[in-house]
């Protein structure tokens, strides 16, 4: 069974850093891309970063970019999102995914697995 399991969430004040951790088990994600997403209540699902496996290129939403730094150990089968300089507007579940594709992807219906999501709370 495939699993992904994402950690490091929790409730933060602005200006204030977090790194999520996305492990993944149940088989090999070798030549899978990986993203997080999040969403927030009453929003719908957004794209925050993706990597991709071979030249591990990544991808960034604009709201995010230079602040968040997505990376992945692929020996220990983990994706990280680096998140500093956090802004209430970041507060939302954040989702990691994984795409049995080689490069990633912004659009989440491109990904076939999903963690159960951690919470990311940040105060004014």
């Known amino acids: 069974q495939v699993q992904l399991v994402e950690s490091g969430g929790g409730l933060v004040q602005a200006g204030d850093s977090l790194r999520l951790s996305c492990a993944a088990s149940?088989?090999?994600?070798?030549?899978?891309?990986m993203g997080w997403f999040r969403q927030a209540p009453g929003k719908e699902r957004e794209f925050v970063a993706a990597i991709s496996w071979s030249t591990e290129t990544t991808y960034y939403a604009d709201s995010v970019k230079g602040r968040f730094t997505i990376s992945r150990d692929k020996a220990k089968n983990t994706v990280f999102l680096q998140m500093n300089s956090l802004k209430p507007e970041d507060t939302a579940v954040y989702y990691c995914a994984a795409r049995p594709q080689m490069y990633g992807s912004r659009r989440s219906k491109e990904y076939d697995y999903w963690g159960q999501g951690t919470q990311v709370t940040v105060s004014s």
């Open positions: 149940g088989r090999t994600f070798s030549g899978y891309a």
